[in-house]
T-cell receptor
């Protein structure tokens, strides 16, 4: 299993550009999430999905869009990039509800810079 | 507002010392508390705690949850330079919403 994969690893955008960060998992996990990590702020939840076709907002959803058309993929779209979106983005997945299956597995991250 | 607070934010010790990292939380719909270790890249899972007073151990690391005090501690004994990392505490709410603390940056000097 490749686990959770993210592409690209690095990206530089200009203000106003749009782009999609890709996330895929091959563990047949129902739950997938996107986080951003900024210095001194820990990880903050952007959006999450409890299964194909179902998404919900997290703590900091503004400026981002998600969809979940398949179990495997959970792309994050930046609609019009702003310098405040400069961050490291992590995608995570977990098997499902239940204490034994709550462990979230993280992808390697995408470092995004918006100029 | 849901929040998770870790202390200290930064800690520098010598190899062989024992350290205790703290995590306190105020969240609705608590399900479990998780500890992660983050080195250069993605966080890696250490422990998940759901029941109060039951210690979880993995080698030199151990952790315990106190639901009455809304807190958890992570202990590392006989620290090694490889333990240098950011340690993250997170609380799982409801349907897979994780709320993270700011992290504790631990540096172990030889």
């Amino acid at each position: 299993n490749a686990g959770v994969t993210q592409t690209p690893k690095f990206q530089v955008l200009k203000t106003g550009q749009s782009m999609t960060l890709q996330c895929a998992q091959d563990m047949n996990h129902e739950y997938m999430s996107w986080y951003r990590q900024d210095p001194g702020m820990g990880l903050r939840l952007i959006h999450y999905s409890v299964g194909a076709g179902i998404t919900d907002q997290g703590e900091v959803p503004n400026g981002y869009n998600v969809s979940r058309s398949t179990t495997e993929d959970f792309p994050l779209r930046l609609l019009s990039a702003a310098p405040s979106q400069t961050s490291v983005y992590f995608c995570a997945s977990s098997e499902g509800q239940g204490f034994r299956t709550d462990t979230q597995y993280f992808g390697p991250g995408t470092r995004l810079t918006v100029l | 507002e849901d929040k998770v607070v870790q202390s200290p934010l930064s800690l520098v010790v010598h190899e062989g010392d024992t350290v205790t990292l703290n995590c306190s939380y105020e969240v609705t719909n608590f399900r479990s508390l998780l500890w992660y270790k983050q080195e250069k890249k993605a966080p890696t899972f250490l422990f998940m705690l759901t029941s109060s007073g039951i210690e979880k151990k993995s080698g030199r690391l151990s952790s315990i949850l106190d639901k009455k005090e809304l807190s958890s501690i992570l202990n590392i004994t006989a620290t090694q330079t490889g333990d240098s990392a950011i340690y993250l505490c997170a609380v799982l709410q409801g349907a897979q919403k994780l709320v993270f603390g700011q992290g504790t940056r631990l540096t172990i000097n030889p």
